[in-house]
């Protein structure tokens, strides 16, 4: 499936605030969407009252911790947690300029998904900007790889997603996503898939102050006996790698822009989105810089004249 690049830069009309718990810390986080200028990128600001004592822009340069959330910056006092689940809805609503405020020292978990974010977006809606939008597109194949896990761009004429995981759980065993990401697609197939954790697994996250706001409001959780304690059970038959394919999105939208190529992992998670984007950014050979066409410049290209690069 081809992708046209067209279009312009975006942000959102009007300020819009969300509260909850923040799954890690279990305390109260209340963020803020702001509109943002041209070029301005994915913003980050913590706040501490009405004073900002930290400021992040989402690329991935400023990810520190990816254990079991992806954070931005190195410092717990002034660091940004558990943004994936808000950069999967802005990166496949596609949203270039945003200031997000955070009263917190992460991101609230909603109800562990993705659709609170874009229910917020959308209600608020988007406004077009006068600058045109840039994509990285890959030219050549970046792999990584660790023990049986790995993680691979290659090029590809669209934006696509591939990913697979392999548990030892019977209720999860092999699952496989893939596609075209759209922001149809993404609404239908995984901005309502939840994150999920075993029962075998509360006290060991309790002990090391992790994991505090979790519950079955906003996890999937997995029993001893592989089952699901939730009583609503699953959104979807393969809601893991549903998740997992998420977290993907959330975690590659810190390229700073959207990505023309297909992204392939293999029992991948956190750090191994992270450690592939910074092998992709790494090689300048494998990607370039491309923007959207005008129309007289849509109309040049039909004749056989190449994207423009800035």
Request: glycine letters at 8%.
């Amino acid at each position: 499936m081809g992708i046209g690049l067209l279009g312009f830069q975006t942000t959102i009309a009007n300020s819009v605030t969300l509260s909850g718990t923040g799954v890690h810390s279990g305390a109260e986080v209340a963020i803020t969407f702001h509109p943002a200028e041209a070029d301005s990128g994915i913003v980050f600001q913590r706040m501490d009252g009405d004073r900002a004592i930290s400021e992040f822009r989402a690329v991935s340069s400023h990810v520190g911790n990816t254990d079991l959330c992806t954070v931005l910056g190195f410092s717990p006092a002034t660091s940004i947690a558990t943004i994936e689940h808000v950069m999967a809805a802005i990166y496949a609503l596609s949203l270039d300029n945003l200031l997000i405020e955070v009263h917190g020292a992460e991101m609230p978990i909603m109800d562990g998904s993705s659709a609170p974010f874009i229910e917020a977006i959308e209600q608020t809606g988007l406004k077009a900007l006068a600058v045109k939008r840039r994509y990285i597109r890959i030219l050549k194949p970046v792999r990584i790889e660790s023990s049986s896990s790995w993680s691979e761009f290659t090029p590809y004429d669209g934006m696509r997603f591939e990913v697979a995981i392999d548990f030892d759980c019977p209720l999860i065993g092999r699952q496989d996503w893939k596609g075209d990401l759209t922001p149809s697609v993404f609404k239908t197939e995984l901005s309502r898939a939840r994150t999920f954790g075993f029962m075998r697994d509360v006290e060991r996250m309790w002990a090391a102050g992790r994991g505090l706001g979790s519950s079955l409001e906003n996890s999937v959780v997995i029993s001893d006996d592989d089952t699901v304690i939730n009583v609503e059970g699953l959104r979807y038959k393969d809601e893991f790698v549903r998740h997992k394919t998420l977290d993907a999105v959330g975690d590659l939208a810190l390229a700073g822009m959207p990505f023309i190529g297909c992204y392939r992992s293999y029992r991948g998670g956190h750090k191994m989105n992270a450690n592939a984007l910074k092998a992709l950014m790494s090689d300048p050979t494998a990607y370039e810089i491309v923007e959207t066409a005008t129309r007289r410049q849509r109309a040049a290209q039909r004749e056989g004249m190449a994207v423009n690069a800035p």
